[in-house]
């Protein structure tokens, strides 16, 4: 049985509990108001999944916890983000997992935070959560086109400026997952 969604604005705690108790679908709270993450094409479900698949391939599960649109990120009580992928150090993870029925909920910066183009929610990801991701102090964002097959690197530099990058082949290594090569071509080709 699915929860009808509130329409006034949220607390930081009834959005948490929303959250647990809704299955049927992935909402973010956004300065307070619910909004729902519509769903996706089957092209942003394919790279997700590729780039998912890849990193959890690669990195050490002692240190790293690879999700696809289950973490949430925290800005404030009033904005949590589920982004396309999420990088999780596994310390803050486990951490998590000693509260039984937790939200997978993190305010602390992680190491990489993915988010996949699609019509729906192009511009609000770059216009919305890219700002709040940098404000979060994330170490890598990347925005992925599928169409036109890039990726945009916002890499956290030591001043806590973002530099950024655009990639359309060839290898990507993500700076804060040491050992961790995306090959843009195969993931592009498929």
Do not use: C
């Amino acid at each position: 049985m699915a929860i009808q969604a509130p329409t006034a604005r949220m607390t930081e705690e009834e959005y948490r509990a929303f959250a647990l108790g809704d299955g049927s679908g992935l909402w973010e709270l956004v300065r307070g108001e619910l909004r729902e993450k519509p769903g996706m094409s089957v092209e942003h479900g394919g790279v997700m999944m590729t780039f998912a698949a890849t990193l959890y391939n690669q990195l050490d599960p002692r240190q790293f916890v690879v999700r696809a649109t289950h973490a949430r990120l925290r800005r404030s009580e009033d904005t949590y983000y589920v982004p396309d992928i999420a990088v999780i150090p596994a310390a803050i993870e486990r951490a998590l997992r000693e509260r039984p029925g937790s939200l997978d909920a993190y305010p602390e910066p992680l190491a990489l935070v993915i988010e996949i183009w699609s019509p729906s929610t192009g511009r609000y990801d770059i216009r919305e959560k890219l700002p709040d991701y940098q404000a979060r102090g994330d170490l890598e964002i990347w925005y992925v086109h599928p169409y036109e097959r890039t990726v945009t690197v916002w890499r956290r530099q030591s001043d806590g400026t973002y530099a950024e990058s655009v990639h359309r082949g060839g290898e990507l290594r993500p700076d804060s997952l040491p050992g961790v090569v995306i090959d843009l071509d195969t993931l592009f080709a498929e």
